[in-house]
């Protein structure tokens, strides 16, 4: 809390030293008239002191005047005029002129869009863990009279009011919850303190929170969490992929039971691409070859019967057939 409001005086007179610099040229003009009437004041006092009073005195007044009755800002300042105490007008930008004495510059207001950075340490989460928050506001001042009469300093009440709010949104949320919807979050910190900061004429733009800490122990334990929840998703993966096999798997083998020649190609192809990739020796169980040799075998088995069988009487045997041995 006190590096930012250290932050916030050091950007405070940072702004005041610009400001002066843009007030250079009335400062000039006020030392060149009181330059000017001094040279004038000893030239005329050569012949008459009475005389050169009366020209010393009117020049000073006028410089006095035009150093502090003249002033000048930037842009994106808006200086607020009170006139014996009382709020008076907002003037600016750039060169206007008050009354000496009666009137007086309360505060010059900058109305550009502000970044502050904010940490809030060890806050307390619902599951009651602690972490360490760093986030970051943009704002901005849209009425300087506002700005400047209804809080005393608005930049320290920003400051207050962001990590006040931004501890309840923490306390109200588990640690799950923070670090999934942090976007969620964030808008609902803007809304938070758009309300609060309305009557202050303060904007809040946005709220974004940078960077959660957390213990060291707790993101071991959430690491293991993380891995074995992951583990656990592919192992479920694997065993839908599983199931899905065996589907087709069946289905494959309900098609293979009605068609047998297509099993037997099938286990031919399932040997001709293990020998095409894997090298020319393979080891294959007989019973396997005996199944792809069923359709030779049912094709040859007419022929063997037709040779195996004598021809009838009167019947000449067949070519190539051997003729029957003789009867005794």
């Not at 999934?180 to 910190?189: G, V």
């Not at 940078?210 to 992951?230: C, G, T, W």
Request: proline letters at 5%; aromatic letters at 6%.
């Amino acid at each position: 809390m006190n590096q930012v409001l250290r932050h916030l005086e050091q950007e405070h007179r940072t702004r005041q030293l610009a400001r002066l610099k843009v007030r250079l040229p009335i400062v000039f003009v006020s030392v060149v008239v009181a330059i000017l009437t001094l040279a004038a004041s000893a030239a005329v006092g050569l012949y008459a002191d009475l005389w050169a009073l009366l020209v010393l005195l009117p020049g000073l007044a006028l410089a006095a005047v035009i150093y502090y009755a003249a002033q000048l800002l930037a842009e994106w300042d808006r200086a607020v005029v009170l006139r014996f105490g009382r709020f008076h007008d907002v003037r600016g930008p750039g060169f206007f002129l008050i009354v000496p004495v009666v009137d007086s510059i309360a505060r010059v207001v900058d109305m550009r869009v502000r970044t502050t950075s904010f940490t809030a340490e060890s806050i307390l989460t619902r599951d009651t863990v602690s972490v360490h928050i760093d986030a970051i506001a943009f704002w901005h001042v849209w009425d300087a009279r506002k700005a400047l009469l209804e809080v005393e300093s608005y930049y320290h009440a920003i400051t207050l009011a962001v990590q006040t709010a931004l501890r309840d949104m923490i306390g109200t949320h588990s640690l799950a919850e923070v670090l999934a919807e942090r976007e969620r979050m964030n808008h609902a910190l803007q809304q938070i303190l758009q309300a609060k900061t309305e009557a202050w004429g303060i904007s809040v733009t946005s709220l974004e929170i940078r960077d959660i800490a957390i213990p060291d122990n707790l993101k071991d334990v959430m690491s293991k969490q993380a891995q074995a929840e992951r583990e656990r998703q592919a192992r479920t993966i694997l065993g839908e992929a599983e199931i899905d096999l065996a589907h087709k798997f069946a289905e494959a083998a309900s098609v293979y039971a009605g068609n047998p020649a297509a099993l037997q190609l099938r286990a031919m192809n399932i040997v001709y691409e293990g020998l095409r990739s894997g090298g020319s020796l393979m080891l294959v169980p007989s019973s396997a070859l005996d199944t792809m040799n069923v359709g030779s075998l049912a094709a040859l088995d007419p022929l063997r019967r037709a040779i195996q069988t004598p021809p009838l009487p009167g019947q000449s045997p067949q070519p190539g057939s051997n003729p029957p041995p003789p009867t005794e």
